[in-house]
Protein backbone atom coordinates (compact mmCIF):
# COMPACT_ATOMS: atom_id res chain seq x y z
CA UNK A 1 0.00 0.00 0.00
CA UNK A 2 1.28 3.28 -0.52
CA UNK A 3 0.02 6.75 0.94
CA UNK A 4 -2.12 8.83 -1.48
CA UNK A 5 -1.89 12.69 -1.23
CA UNK A 6 -4.47 15.39 -2.53
CA UNK A 7 -3.05 18.98 -2.13
CA UNK A 8 -4.54 22.35 -2.96
CA UNK A 9 -3.84 26.16 -1.68
CA UNK A 10 -5.60 29.17 -1.78
CA UNK A 11 -4.45 32.74 -0.31
CA UNK A 12 -7.37 34.87 0.92
CA UNK A 13 -7.60 38.78 1.65
CA UNK A 14 -8.50 38.44 5.23
CA UNK A 15 -7.04 38.83 8.45
CA UNK A 16 -4.82 35.33 9.63
CA UNK A 17 -6.66 34.73 12.88
CA UNK A 18 -10.36 35.26 11.10
CA UNK A 19 -9.54 32.48 8.45
CA UNK A 20 -8.08 30.17 11.40
CA UNK A 21 -11.14 30.56 13.46
CA UNK A 22 -13.56 30.39 10.26
CA UNK A 23 -11.85 27.02 9.66
CA UNK A 24 -12.09 25.86 13.19
CA UNK A 25 -15.91 26.79 13.44
CA UNK A 26 -17.87 22.96 12.62
CA UNK A 27 -20.95 24.46 14.23
CA UNK A 28 -21.28 27.22 11.40
CA UNK A 29 -18.61 28.17 9.24
CA UNK A 30 -17.85 24.74 8.20
CA UNK A 31 -20.95 23.06 7.08
CA UNK A 32 -21.84 26.33 5.26
CA UNK A 33 -18.39 26.29 3.14
CA UNK A 34 -18.72 22.37 2.23
CA UNK A 35 -19.34 21.41 -1.33
CA UNK A 36 -22.00 19.33 -2.38
CA UNK A 37 -19.61 16.23 -2.69
CA UNK A 38 -20.34 16.23 1.70
CA UNK A 39 -23.64 15.25 3.00
CA UNK A 40 -25.01 14.27 5.93
CA UNK A 41 -23.00 16.32 7.93
CA UNK A 42 -23.34 16.70 11.75
CA UNK A 43 -21.45 17.80 15.01
CA UNK A 44 -21.03 14.42 17.60
CA UNK A 45 -18.99 16.76 20.07
CA UNK A 46 -17.45 19.80 20.45
CA UNK A 47 -18.00 21.96 17.50
CA UNK A 48 -15.29 25.16 17.42
CA UNK A 49 -11.30 23.21 17.40
CA UNK A 50 -9.61 20.63 18.98
CA UNK A 51 -12.16 17.90 20.74
CA UNK A 52 -14.95 18.43 17.91
CA UNK A 53 -16.23 14.95 16.68
CA UNK A 54 -17.86 15.39 13.35
CA UNK A 55 -19.30 12.98 10.36
CA UNK A 56 -20.30 13.07 6.96
CA UNK A 57 -20.37 11.56 4.00
CA UNK A 58 -17.94 12.70 1.19
CA UNK A 59 -18.88 11.51 -1.94
CA UNK A 60 -15.94 12.26 -4.68
CA UNK A 61 -17.68 10.78 -7.28
CA UNK A 62 -21.02 9.12 -8.05
CA UNK A 63 -20.06 5.57 -7.26
CA UNK A 64 -17.14 6.29 -4.77
CA UNK A 65 -17.73 7.57 -1.04
CA UNK A 66 -16.72 7.69 2.34
CA UNK A 67 -18.31 7.32 5.77
CA UNK A 68 -15.97 9.65 7.62
CA UNK A 69 -16.16 10.31 11.16
CA UNK A 70 -13.43 12.96 12.18
CA UNK A 71 -12.02 13.61 15.48
CA UNK A 72 -10.32 17.48 15.19
CA UNK A 73 -7.02 18.36 16.63
CA UNK A 74 -4.93 21.37 15.97
CA UNK A 75 -2.55 21.36 14.03
CA UNK A 76 1.63 22.40 15.33
CA UNK A 77 2.21 25.62 13.80
CA UNK A 78 -1.11 26.59 13.52
CA UNK A 79 -4.05 24.81 11.62
CA UNK A 80 -6.53 22.19 12.32
CA UNK A 81 -6.14 18.49 11.94
CA UNK A 82 -8.79 15.90 10.57
CA UNK A 83 -8.42 12.59 11.56
CA UNK A 84 -10.93 9.92 10.26
CA UNK A 85 -11.45 7.33 12.59
CA UNK A 86 -13.16 5.54 9.74
CA UNK A 87 -9.91 5.18 7.89
CA UNK A 88 -6.35 5.93 7.36
CA UNK A 89 -7.06 9.75 5.77
CA UNK A 90 -6.27 12.78 7.70
CA UNK A 91 -6.09 16.38 6.22
CA UNK A 92 -4.82 19.17 7.64
CA UNK A 93 -5.64 22.60 7.08
CA UNK A 94 -2.70 25.10 7.73
CA UNK A 95 -2.84 29.00 7.80
CA UNK A 96 0.25 30.69 7.13
CA UNK A 97 -0.30 34.83 7.47
CA UNK A 98 0.96 36.46 4.88
CA UNK A 99 0.63 40.04 6.77
CA UNK A 100 -1.97 41.15 8.29
CA UNK A 101 -4.69 41.45 6.13
CA UNK A 102 -3.98 37.92 4.14
CA UNK A 103 -3.33 34.32 4.92
CA UNK A 104 -2.37 31.00 2.74
CA UNK A 105 -4.74 28.18 3.40
CA UNK A 106 -3.01 25.11 2.50
CA UNK A 107 -5.15 21.94 2.77
CA UNK A 108 -3.30 18.37 2.50
CA UNK A 109 -4.81 15.44 2.67
CA UNK A 110 -3.20 11.78 2.98
CA UNK A 111 -4.30 8.39 3.52
CA UNK A 112 -3.12 4.34 2.23
CA UNK A 113 -4.27 3.60 -0.94
CA UNK A 114 -5.19 -0.05 -2.17
CA UNK A 115 -3.07 -2.14 -3.43
CA UNK A 116 -2.89 -3.53 -7.08
CA UNK A 117 -4.40 -2.55 -9.86
CA UNK A 118 -7.15 -0.60 -7.79
CA UNK A 119 -4.28 1.03 -6.21
CA UNK A 120 -2.79 2.04 -9.25
CA UNK A 121 -5.61 3.94 -10.61
CA UNK A 122 -6.77 5.16 -6.98
CA UNK A 123 -3.22 6.95 -6.83
CA UNK A 124 -3.93 8.27 -10.46
CA UNK A 125 -7.14 9.51 -9.90
CA UNK A 126 -7.95 10.52 -6.71
CA UNK A 127 -5.74 13.36 -5.95
CA UNK A 128 -7.08 15.16 -8.75
CA UNK A 129 -10.37 14.56 -7.59
CA UNK A 130 -9.90 15.54 -4.39
CA UNK A 131 -7.65 18.21 -4.92
CA UNK A 132 -11.01 20.28 -7.56
CA UNK A 133 -13.22 19.07 -3.78
CA UNK A 134 -10.99 21.19 -1.49
CA UNK A 135 -10.24 23.80 -4.12
CA UNK A 136 -14.42 24.19 -4.25
CA UNK A 137 -14.21 24.07 -0.30
CA UNK A 138 -11.42 26.73 -0.20
CA UNK A 139 -13.50 28.74 -3.11
CA UNK A 140 -16.39 29.05 -0.35
CA UNK A 141 -14.36 29.75 2.67
CA UNK A 142 -13.35 33.05 0.54
CA UNK A 143 -16.36 33.80 -0.04
CA UNK A 144 -17.50 33.91 2.95
CA UNK A 145 -15.08 35.21 4.45
CA UNK A 146 -15.55 38.15 2.38
CA UNK A 147 -19.43 38.93 2.95
CA UNK A 148 -19.22 38.04 6.52
CA UNK A 149 -15.94 38.91 7.86
CA UNK A 150 -15.54 35.96 9.76
Known amino acids: MAQVRATARRTI???PEKVLAALADYREVRPAILT?????????????????????VLQATSKRQRD???EVSTAPGGGVVETDR??????????????????????DTTWDGAGGVGG????????????????GVLANLERRLATTGG
Do not use: C
Not at 86 to 107: D, I, K, L
Not at 120 to 134: C, N, S, V
Open 36 to 56: EHYRDYQVEAGGEGSGTVVHW
Open 68 to 70: QRV
Open 13 to 15: TAD
Open 86 to 107: NSSMVTTWRVRPEGQAAATVEV
Open 120 to 135: FFERLFAPKGLQRIHD
